[in-house]
């Protein structure tokens, strides 16, 4: 069965560094971009960016560019994704995803609510 | 920048016919952008309805429908039923491994 297992719920201050999880099951991790989704409160979807497990080659939403960075460690089936400063415009969920060109967002995470709040 | 478009809201009544669509601010949607579709209700996570223009997701019923309308990536309800009033996403494949997800449709069964 394949799984997604994101990293719980965080609450942090301004200026703050984060860096939650993404970890996979039930599949070939290395073979399967991973991505990365917003959802601020109240709003839409917002596509982040996505992680290649295999070699680690990434590509960002050029909204989410130089705001955080993605990664992966294929050894331990996990995804990343993390801030240096946190503001409080960060407040929101974030969803991973399996991500494939035709497949679409083929099967998602349930979330890691984060709150960045003095 | 191109932006996804897609009606901010629509209603239905149950056992009618809806259809969602999905455009671009800058040219037309065809099989090429692969559109996806997903379902989100409150509090939960999305659920793939449609991808490859229309490819149904495992386990989802065969009355949501996806395909091509003219210069549009289109998701149609036949038969809405009341369990389908929820947020319905689009996403196109832009090319180079990068996807936007359009503003997203609140579907109304009333």
């Known amino acids: 069965e394949v799984q997604l297992v994101q990293s719980g719920a965080e609450v942090r201050e301004p200026g703050e560094s984060l860096k939650i999880s993404c970890k996979g099951s039930?599949?070939?991790?290395?073979?399967?971009?991973i991505g990365w989704v917003r959802q601020m409160p109240g709003k839409g979807l917002e596509w982040m960016g996505v992680v290649y497990p295999g070699d680690s080659d990434t590509r960002y939403s050029p909204s989410f560019q130089g705001q955080v960075t993605i990664s992966a460690d294929k050894s331990i089936s996990a995804a990343y994704l993390q801030w240096s400063s946190l503001k409080s415009s960060d407040t929101a969920m974030y969803y991973c995803?399996?991500?494939?060109?035709?497949?679409?967002?083929?099967?998602w995470g349930r979330g890691t609510l984060v709150t960045v709040s003095s | 920048q191109t932006v996804v478009t897609q009606e901010p809201s629509l209603s239905v009544s149950p056992g009618g016919t809806v259809t969602l669509t999905c455009g671009l601010t800058?040219?037309?949607?065809?099989?090429?952008?692969?559109p996806s579709w997903y379902q989100q209700t409150p509090g939960q996570a999305p659920r793939t309805l449609i991808y490859?223009?229309?490819s149904r997701s495992s386990g989802v019923p065969d009355r949501f429908s996806g395909s091509i309308l003219g210069n549009k990536a289109a998701l149609t309800i036949t038969g809405a039923q009341a369990v389908d009033e929820s947020h319905y996403y689009c996403v196109l494949y832009m090319g180079s491994d990068i996807w936007v997800f359009g503003g997203g449709t609140k579907v109304t069964v009333l």
């Open positions: 039930g599949y070939t991790f290395a073979n399967f971009w």
């Open positions: 800058s040219g037309s949607v065809s099989t090429t952008y692969y």
């Open positions: 995803a399996i991500v494939g060109v035709q497949d679409g967002f083929d099967f």
């Open positions: 490859n223009t229309d």
